[in-house]
């Protein structure tokens, strides 16, 4: 592996949409799947378990140093568009969506605008089963591959992909290609439903902070954002993180906030939705922390 590509130590901060988080024990950008591989047999070889990072859009990341490596899937290599059918496409993991959506824009494929507005990677959207508006990724979705260092490239049909509100078996697996079957549709169309939902979303959401988008799932016929503005979260502060005063499910940094700010706030909102309103709040970000064994 050329040694530009294995940079050491990197802080996550740089390449989380958060801003936080310390520096994994080792880092790694593979341009291609013999790089991957590379990458795979150097954590084995030097026992080091792995997370995969894709657009960090979703992710609070621990400070400090952090006991595992990171397999970052974003270089070119992994970043391509491949039209296989009519409106059948292949792209690689680490494609943006909105270069993909722009894509879809231009070709005139419609089936994916609701995900306007929406940072990160398709692989990192098909993990955690990212969505807005009603849909999500998995009704586009048709399979994805995945690299095992023993069993190669291996194939997985959307049916298996255990896909449910904001969630996936995938956690973990470094997702490296995605097959999304969509439909034609004006290029004109296109542009202007997503355009509507972009601005729909902005009219909700802090867009321009430095956020990990929403913080809570939404419980069962609730709102986790009204839950938390009924509780007066709006606004409130510990340390450099604020609750965005735009929207009480979000968590902005907007001080060089650390992992215990957020932690810290993540902990006070939980307990009064429980105290005062009796909702029991489930995290919808993923923690990366020193100790959490999810990836
Ligand atoms: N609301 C409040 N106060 C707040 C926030 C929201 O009263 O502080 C109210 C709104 O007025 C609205 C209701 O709560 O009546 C729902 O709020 P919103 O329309 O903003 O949607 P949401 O349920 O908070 C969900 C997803 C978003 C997705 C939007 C649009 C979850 C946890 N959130 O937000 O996804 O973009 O719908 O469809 O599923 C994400 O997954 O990170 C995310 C942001």
């Known amino acids: 592996m050329k040694q530009?590509?294995?940079?050491?130590?990197?802080?996550?901060?740089?390449?989380?949409?958060?801003?936080?988080?310390?520096?994994?024990l080792l880092y790694v950008r593979p341009e291609n799947y013999i790089e991957l591989r590379a990458s795979l047999s150097l954590c084995r070889r030097r026992n080091l378990p792995f997370r995969v990072l894709g657009g960090g859009s979703n992710l609070?990341?621990?400070?400090?140093?952090?006991?595992?490596?990171?397999?970052?899937?974003?270089a070119p290599g992994f970043a391509w568009i491949k039209r296989i059918g009519p409106a059948t496409m292949k792209v690689g993991a680490?494609?943006?969506?909105?270069?993909?959506?722009?894509?879809?824009?231009?070709?005139?494929?419609?089936?994916?605008?609701?995900?306007?507005?929406?940072?990160?990677?398709?692989?990192?959207?098909?993990?955690?089963?990212?969505?807005?508006?009603?849909?999500?990724?998995?009704?586009?979705?048709?399979?994805?591959?995945?690299?095992?260092d023993e069993l190669g490239k291996v194939e997985t049909p959307v049916e298996d992909m255990g896909?449910?509100?904001?969630?996936?078996r995938l956690g973990g697996l470094i997702i490296t290609e995605v097959e999304i079957e969509l439909e034609p549709r004006s290029p004109?169309?296109?542009?202007?439903?997503?355009?509507?939902?972009?601005?729909?979303?902005a009219r909700r959401h802090p867009m321009n902070a430095r956020s990990a988008g929403c913080v809570f799932k939404n419980p069962p016929g609730l709102s986790a954002g009204k839950v938390l503005d009924i509780c007066g979260f709006k606004g409130v502060r510990v340390g450099g993180a604020q609750v965005s005063?735009?929207?009480a499910n979000f968590i902005c940094n907007i001080a060089d906030a650390s992992e215990e700010d957020v932690l810290q706030l993540i902990d006070r909102m939980r307990r009064k939705a429980h105290d005062v309103l009796g909702v029991d709040l489930e995290l919808e970000i993923k923690h990366w922390s020193p100790e959490s064994k999810v990836a």
């Open 4 to 24: 530009t590509r294995t940079q050491d130590p990197v802080a996550l901060k740089r390449l989380t949409t958060f801003h936080i988080g310390g520096q994994p």
């Open 94 to 148: 680490g494609i943006r969506m909105r270069r993909l959506l722009r894509y879809c824009e231009r070709e005139g494929l419609g089936g994916l605008e609701f995900m306007a507005g929406i940072p990160g990677t398709i692989a990192g959207a098909l993990v955690g089963n990212a969505g807005a508006w009603g849909r999500s990724m998995g009704q586009v979705i048709r399979r994805a591959w995945r690299f095992d």
């Open 245 to 247: 005063p735009v929207h």
């Open 163 to 168: 896909l449910g509100y904001r969630t996936s």
């Open 60 to 74: 609070l990341v621990g400070d400090g140093p952090l006991p595992f490596a990171v397999i970052h899937v974003c």
């Open 188 to 201: 004109e169309l296109v542009a202007r439903m997503a355009r509507r939902y972009a601005i729909e979303k």
